[in-house]
DNA sequence: CATGTCACTGCAAACGTTTCCAGTTTCTGG
DNA sequence: CCAGAAACTGGAAACGTTTGCAGTGACATG
């Protein structure tokens, strides 16, 4: 049926071996080298990847885990991700969780079936780090980690950015400065803490809310948090979060910057299309993705690393929605 | 290393081919499956993928190959054929092509050494169908296929969708319809064509440009566009020139509708949040995925059917954008 | 000339499954 | 009670590679 390694040895004149070695790097005459790569081409042979796995037990595919490829943050995770990987000579398999422990527990059974050289993963607060040495593999944790983990990992400067924000808030004479963060991950804890930290510096109560980190649940919790006692700016901890917080605010006919100021992370493609643009945290998601390919390989090499921790610094924007009133 | 099946047959005290009817759908009686279940359990056993296709010559992952998945609709539609492949037991393996038909051929001969059980994508116009039959799988086609295609397609109703977008641009009062359509896919053609068709069914002149689908290309060909004779409407074929359009009223202050109207395709998620609210037609991308699944799953099944070609009605949305001046 | 080294090659054994085949037991109908 | 079918099981042969081992010559070194 399919053209195998055989038909190729067999045009060639050599045995299988000699073949494997030609593609491969061992050593081959000249001359063999130029017959193997001619009978390729008049066979038209491909390499049965399964095989060729099954044999060397490697696989040559990362898995790559993440709540939800619509959100922007994880689309250009994963595009970044790709690019390092494809370069690399792998192949990425892509997992949706939806923040749901149970998917996350199925999607690393089938990376651990897959046999994937390497794992690159957005975990779920309830992620046990149990769990994730079982697979066996390398992992290399994006975004989301515990300070203290003992996997390499890729994070933003979460207490520098929030900090930021904060100040910016309070600069431009904001005081009642509430938050919504996203109550599944590592980093939405993260987040709150360190804008909590921040307000107490300046002396102001913190306000801070938790929610599912999708648009709908944000814009329930926001709804709520408005209801209670009105602030004056708002801090939200992804990009989900400030879009549901602009449409409320649309739908409520609440004044940006005038009533309310508007700041968060990650500036999303229209962040500067709205009017007035919307003050956020821009991340290095590219730079995310490059690192924790960089780091996924550097492990897979080296098993026995200490882990390694890459903290990015994140960039302010500054745009109409937190303007001085 | 690794427990194999052979370690479950042990602990089970039966032979791996019973492990393996056991474990698959064979016949086993009630005794024995409680044994091997229970081996599995205890051992720890994982199939390995690699060698159970390398026997059963089937790979249980299909291929997507799209332009880019940052593009919202290509992300939409990746994570609907995720759900839809992992919920009929499948992996997926994706790849970006940026258009570039390099890439795009260099994909396929990945796809065919995978040996995937079948394949969708959104070809660029310069995919001949020739280079397409030669990976020998079953293909689907989405969102971007000629009409008189050999392969299964799904795709919007374009005619119908161009002429609501004219025939609406027209009701509300404009003459001078412009339009920017993709240049490296059949859509993109597609539309135009049929943008100017119902163009000329009103005894309007028409005025098309054509781009490379990217946010900076399209912005750059709508300057020149407005450049050479300022429309009072624009046509965009997809939301990255919606984008791009909108970007570029913001730089030049032109007031939407005022002075120019401004109609795409794509419902971007922005789309609502921006001032005013964008008119656009709304594709059931979702659907497309799910179908493009169904249609592949079923063409597996059963090679010899003829094409068959899916075609799904958009939705026009009507927001401020277009509104009569 | 003897010896060792080196570059190259082929043989054959894996890798972990599934599945064909044949064998054994148990059930069913007459 | 027998024949035949049906249900279940194990043995062994694949699937297409890579790789350890051993063997061949060629060539350099002493």
Redesign the interface.
């Known amino acids: 049926m399919s053209v195998s390694i055989k038909d190729v040895a067999r045009a060639a004149g050599v045995s299988t071996s000699t073949v494997s070695r030609a593609l491969g790097k061992g050593p081959v005459s000249a001359e063999v080298l130029r017959r193997v790569e001619s009978a390729v081409l008049a066979t038209g042979y491909?390499?049965?990847?399964?095989?060729r796995?099954?044999r060397s037990q490697r696989?040559m595919a990362v898995g790559l885990i993440v709540a939800?490829?619509?959100n922007?943050f994880f689309?250009?995770l994963?595009?970044a991700v790709?690019?390092a990987a494809?370069a690399a000579g792998m192949?990425?398999?892509?997992?949706?969780t939806d923040e749901d422990p149970a998917r996350e527990a199925m999607y690393l059974?089938?990376m651990?079936?897959?046999?994937v050289s390497g794992l690159i993963m957005t975990p779920t607060r309830h992620l046990s780090p149990a769990a994730l040495a079982r697979v066996g593999r390398p992992v290399v944790l994006v975004d989301r980690a515990m300070p203290e983990t003992d996997f390499d990992s890729i994070v933003l400067d979460n207490a520098r950015a929030s900090a930021e924000l904060v100040d910016h808030l309070v600069a431009s004479g904001r005081r009642r400065i509430a938050g919504l963060f996203g109550s599944t991950s590592a980093t939405g804890m993260e987040r709150r803490a360190e804008v909590e930290a921040a307000l107490e510096r300046h002396g102001l109560p913190a306000r801070s809310a938790l929610s599912l980190p999708s648009f709908d649940a944000g814009h329930a919790a926001l709804a709520e948090l408005l209801e209670r006692e009105m602030p004056d700016a708002l801090i939200l901890s992804n990009g989900l979060f400030v879009?549901a917080a602009?449409?409320l605010c649309?739908e409520r006919r609440i004044a940006i910057p005038a009533q309310l100021a508007l700041a968060g992370f990650d500036d999303?493609?229209?962040t500067?299309?709205?009017?007035p643009g919307i003050t956020v945290i821009r991340q290095p998601v590219e730079e995310f993705g490059r690192e924790a390919m960089q780091a996924l390989l550097a492990r897979i090499g080296a098993a026995k690393m200490r882990p390694r921790r890459v903290v990015l610094a994140g960039e302010l924007i500054v745009r109409g929605s937190t303007a001085p009133v």
């Not at 651990?112 to 046999?115: F, G």
């Open positions: 491909r390499p049965n990847l399964a095989a796995q099954l696989s939800d490829i619509r922007p689309t250009q994963s595009r790709e690019d494809y192949r990425v398999l892509l997992c949706n059974e089938l651990a079936e897959e046999r879009r602009l449409k649309h999303e493609v229209w500067d299309l709205v009017d």
